[in-house]
């Protein structure tokens, strides 16, 4: 009998060898284990539009997308992206040539990357960030470079330091990767930020790649910029969003990027040795929810509103400083008011001292210390559950 005998060498990979198994997995782990309420990871407890859910019912029973879609995406749900498009942000694109279909926002990102960077290049991205941002760098190759955003406790938000962004680009730097509204701290990047990005990019002469996921959870007074708007960014911008946010179908993993046709290309052949195609019968389903009236958009954003306030005034309630999201599902909060400093050791222990599951920020830096303190919470649950989760919390204050 034989088999592998040399342990010499390790079987990952080097370049991944710092990822493990993601923080969202080992928390959800918990919350079952325990029975705690899972304010961790970002997916809602009730499904979205229900005439969407049948749209997709439809297309199964009708025989569309069952087999292979085209590569780029269904014709219906390319050109639906196009309006939407067009509709929010005066942007125009071709269907066919300057939009692709993807499994998720996330396979969008890990393609770009993939397709757009050469060993050694360097990638500018905005700390903390979600942690796909790291291990798809990491996969083409490339070199992370962060750029811390900073806590500000006296306007409760986390802030871009220009300066610091500036000084991060190198002769090496080939792209800045963007997220606005940001997750995890629910910052929306300003227009004046945003212009300040382009014109680095436009001088520096980088590609952008930006995850606007988010674009239609944004709160109060904060705008959506998408970045491509801005002068000189429509050709040098890989635009990426998704479904599962906006219409609380996060299974259906629906993506997609629009950007130029040179851009799209080459994000597409990467893409197509991935999952190739995905998500078939939903892209149908998709199609018909970004067509639904602007009636859909305003009542699913005053919803997540209440829920940010209310979660919020739990939080605070307990004893958190909470750092209150312009945009995103997602509280950033700092446990040192609670005489807490370790994220990690805070959240892992929070299951069984509260009844919640929550994620510790730290796992989004690459400076670890920077996000000790700090703990997200999810607020994309039914209000009788945040109410609940607010209650339990309050023994921490006790």
């Known amino acids: 009998m034989t088999g592998m005998t040399s342990t010499a060498r390790p079987f990952l990979n080097r370049r991944l060898t710092e990822f493990g198994t993601t923080i969202f997995a080992e928390m959800s782990a918990l919350a079952v284990a325990t029975g705690a309420i899972n304010l961790g990871q970002g997916f809602p407890d009730t499904d979205g539009p229900e005439e969407v859910r049948e749209a997709a ?21 390319r050109t639906a992206i196009v309006e939407h498009q067009r509709r929010r ?28 960077l050469e060993p050694g ?21 490339g070199t992370r470079v962060p750029v ?12 871009l330091d220009l300066d610091e962004l500036r000084a991060a680009v190198t002769d090496r730097t080939r ?30 002469d980088l590609l952008v790649v930006t995850d606007e996921v988010y674009e239609h959870l944004v709160f109060d007074d904060a705008e959506h910029v998408p970045l491509a708007t801005l002068p000189g960014m429509r ?7 998704s479904a599962g946010k906006t219409f609380s179908f996060t299974g259906w993993k629906v993506g997609w990027v629009t950007a130029a046709p ?32 602007d009636t859909y958009f305003s009542a699913f954003l005053a919803d997540m509103r209440a829920k940010r306030d209310l979660l919020s005034a739990g939080l605070t309630a307990a004893g958190f400083a909470v750092y209150r999201p312009a945009g995103t599902y997602f509280v ?13 050791a805070f959240c892992r222990a929070l299951p069984e001292r509260a009844g919640v599951v929550a994620i510790p920020n730290a796992v989004f830096y690459d400076h670890r210390d920077q996000g000790a303190p700090f703990v997200r919470f999810a607020f994309c649950k039914r209000t009788s559950v945040l109410e609940e989760a607010a209650s339990r919390l309050k023994s921490l204050a006790a």
């Open 89 to 116: 942000y005066g942007l125009t694109f071709d269907p066919d040539t300057e939009v692709l279909v993807t499994a998720g926002a996330t396979e969008a990102v890990a393609a770009s990357l993939l397709a757009l």
């Open 332 to 344: 950033t909060t700092d446990i040192r008011p609670l005489g807490e400093t370790d994220g990690f």
């Open 175 to 204: 792209l800045l990767l963007i997220n606005t509204p940001h997750n995890p701290t629910g910052t929306v990047l300003t227009r004046a930020e945003l212009t300040a990005i382009a014109e680095l990019a436009v001088e520096r």
């Open 57 to 77: 019912v439809r297309a199964l029973r009708d025989g569309r997308g069952n087999q292979y879609p085209p590569g780029p995406g269904v014709p219906e749900l």
């Open 262 to 293: 040179a851009l799209v290309t080459a994000v597409r052949s990467a893409k197509q040795y991935l999952t190739y195609v995905a998500s078939g019968p939903f892209q149908y389903a998709v199609a018909e929810a970004l067509r639904l009236p």
């Open 148 to 159: 811390t955003l900073r806590p500000d406790p006296e306007h409760a938000r986390f802030r």
């Open 121 to 141: 290049d360097e990638v500018v991205a905005l700390e903390p960030y979600y942690d796909s941002y790291a291990a798809c760098i990491a996969m083409a190759g």
């Open 235 to 241: 050709e040098r911008t890989v635009t990426i969003s």
